[in-house]
C-alpha cells in the first residue's frame, strides 16, 4: 500500500482537517470542480 501524501482541507465546520487525522479509518473523500 502506499503512502498518501499529507493533504490539507477545510471541513464543513471551517475547521482544518488533515488526511492522517483518519490514519486507519476508512475515508471517502468526494470532489468536485466545475469550470
Do not use: C, P, Y
Request: avoid cysteine; proline fraction near 0%.
Amino acid at each position: 500500500m502506499e503512502k498518501v501524501q499529507d493533504l490539507r482541507l477545510k471541513n464543513v465546520d471551517g475547521k482544518e482537517v488533515s488526511i492522517r487525522d483518519f490514519n486507519g479509518k476508512n475515508t471517502l473523500i468526494f470532489m468536485w470542480a466545475s469550470w
